[in-house]
């Protein structure tokens, strides 16, 4: 014969905590910070800086308008570079 033996659950619930037990400061509300600018002024008063064209970029650019000059650039590199000159 067998037996069963069954467990009794017991529903434990946190305890209540109101807000005026709470032990953590309490946080003012975010508030806007005041305007930084005056009306009518901008932020970036300046602008956006230039962007910075790389030379690879720009040889690129020029050697796709001047396909005459790749061979004489070309043999000008290797030749500085068969001389160890690789600043012209």
Do not use: C, W
Not at 31 to 37: A, I, L, V, Y
Not at 66 to 85: E, F, Q, R, W
């Amino acid at each position: 014969m067998t037996t069963s033996t069954k467990t009794k659950r017991i529903n434990v619930s946190p305890p209540i905590i109101s807000m005026t037990d709470s032990p953590l400061p309490a946080i003012a509300p975010k508030r806007k910070p005041p305007h930084q600018f005056k009306p009518g002024e901008s932020g970036n008063p300046a602008g956006r800086a230039v962007k910075q064209v790389s030379i690879t970029k720009y040889l690129r650019s020029y050697l796709s308008y001047h396909p005459s000059k790749v061979k004489s650039l070309t043999k000008a590199l290797v030749d500085a570079g068969i001389k160890g000159n690789m600043m012209p």
